[in-house]
T-cell receptor, first 114, second 118 residues
Framework: ETGVTQTPRHLVMGMTNKKSLKCEQH?????MYWYKQSAKKPLELMFV???????ENNSVPSRFSPECPNSSHLFLHLHTLQPEDSALYLC?????????????FGAGTRLSVL | AQKVTQAQTEISVVEKEDVTLDCVYE???????LFWYKQPPSGELVFLIR??????QNEISGRYSWNFQKSTSSFNFTITASQVVDSAVYFC???????????????FGQGTTLQVKP
C-alpha cells in the first residue's frame, strides 16, 4: 500500500464515451501528477498540480482534462479518445512539487480505447 | 536535452546471481536528482532511492547498492544474490527544474525488465 489509490484499475471505453479516472492520496502531500505509460515508451508526464493549481501541462491533447478539487484528489476526465490513448495511466503525489521531492505512485488505471 | 538511457531492455538471471542495471543520463544542470523505481507486475512504481548530484557516495541497502559516477554520468544499480521477488521492471529517472514554477519533472528511462528464475 503506497498511500496513493487509483480507480478504476481497468477501463475499456469506446471513442465516443466520456469517463473519468480518479486518484486519491492519503499522504498529506501538496503536489499531484498524471503520467502516461505506453508500451515501448518511457513514462510521460502529463499534468502537475501544486496546492490544487495546475503548474504544468505537458502539451497534452484537450481530450484529456484534469481536475484537482483539493490536495488529496485528482481526476482525469476523458472524452473522444483515440485508440493510441490506450495505456497505463499513473497518478503520483509528492510533498511539494520541487525537483528534490520523491514522487509516490499509485497502481495505475489500465485504459483500453476501442 | 535531458535524457535517461537504460540500454538493457531485458535481463534474465538465475536466483542468487548478482545483477547490475545500467543507467546513463544527460543534463546541463549542475543540480539535479536521480531516482530508481521498481515496477512489479501489479503496476505501481515503488520508490527505491534518491541521490542528489552533489553526493557521489555509493549507497547500500540490504541486497541493493547504487554506484553514482558523475564523471561518466552513470547511476548504476546492483542487486546482490537476486531473488525471484526481484523480478520487475526497473526505471531510472532524472529530476530537474521545469518551467518558471520550478516544478520537479521526472524524466524516465525506458526501463529494464529483470527476470529472476528459480
Amino acid at each position: 500500500e503506497t498511500g496513493v489509490t487509483q480507480t478504476p484499475r481497468h477501463l475499456v471505453m469506446g471513442m465516443t464515451n466520456k469517463k473519468s479516472l480518479k486518484c486519491e492520496q492519503h499522504l498529506g502531500h501538496n503536489a499531484m501528477y498524471w503520467y502516461k505509460q505506453s508500451a515501448k515508451k518511457p513514462l510521460e508526464l502529463m499534468f502537475v498540480y501544486s496546492l490544487e493549481e495546475r503548474v504544468e501541462n505537458n502539451s497534452v491533447p484537450s481530450r484529456f482534462s484534469p481536475e484537482c478539487p483539493n490536495s488529496s484528489h485528482l481526476f482525469l476526465h476523458l472524452h473522444t479518445l483515440q485508440p493510441e490513448d490506450s495505456a497505463l495511466y499513473l497518478c503520483a503525489s509528492s510533498q511539494e512539487s520541487g525537483r528534490l521531492n520523491i514522487q509516490y505512485f499509485g497502481a495505475g488505471t489500465r485504459l483500453s480505447v476501442l | 536535452a535531458q535524457k535517461v538511457t537504460q540500454a538493457q531492455t531485458e535481463i534474465s538471471v538465475v536466483e542468487k546471481e548478482d545483477v547490475t542495471l545500467d543507467c546513463v543520463y544527460e543534463t546541463r544542470d549542475t543540480t539535479y536528482y536521480l531516482f530508481w523505481y521498481k515496477q512489479p507486475p501489479s503496476g505501481e512504481l515503488v520508490f527505491l532511492i534518491r541521490r542528489n548530484s552533489f553526493d557521489e557516495q555509493n549507497e547500500i541497502s540490504g541486497r541493493y547498492s547504487w554506484n553514482f559516477q558523475k564523471s561518466t554520468s552513470s547511476f548504476n544499480f546492483t542487486i546482490t544474490a537476486s531473488q525471484v521477488v526481484d523480478s520487475a521492471v526497473y526505471f531510472c529517472a532524472l529530476s530537474e527544474r521545469s518551467g518558471p514554477s520550478n516544478t520537479g519533472k521526472l524524466i524516465f528511462g525506458q526501463g529494464t525488465t529483470l527476470q529472476v528464475k528459480p
